[in-house]
């Protein structure tokens, strides 16, 4: 195997950089493709008892058990970043991210039995959940 130099290596990359700006890698310009269509399902959980690390880590452990669902083409749970502007919501304890490929996997997902088991089992650690979806344009 060669060797590259760091100088060498950074001029192939240049040059790779270039001939995809000028339309010459077509592969790798995506501005004429369809839009993939996903629809993305984000949900944020207001806990019942919001000081709770126990409540928070068991719902987590409640999400964890969703992403085996076969449905789900990406999944991510998340807490509240330590961000601080007047425009950040940061009253919810756990958000749960969920792209799928379209609409119809999404309502796969909600009446999935792993998901109905969900709802049931882990519903009395929330007060309030509120749901944003939306189509990829």
């Known amino acids: 195997m060669k060797k590259l130099s ?3 290596f950074l001029g192939n990359s240049t040059s790779l950089s270039l001939a995809g700006f000028f339309g010459l890698m077509p592969a790798l310009d995506r501005s004429n493709q369809k839009p993939k269509g996903d629809f993305v399902h984000h949900v944020y959980f207001w806990m019942k008892n919001p000081d709770s690390a126990e409540d928070k880590a068991k719902l987590i452990e409640g999400l964890k058990t969703l992403k085996g669902i076969k449905a789900i083409k990406l999944a991510r749970i998340g807490v509240p970043a330590n961000t601080n502007r007047d425009v950040i919501e940061r009253g919810y304890g756990v958000s749960w991210l969920l792209f ?3 609409l119809e996997e999404q309502e796969v997902y909600q009446k999935h039995p792993v998901h109905l088991k969900f709802v049931e089992n882990y519903s009395h650690l929330w007060e309030k959940v509120i749901v944003y979806d939306s189509v990829d344009v």
């Open 100 to 102: 799928f490929d379209n």
């Open 6 to 8: 760091r100088r060498s």
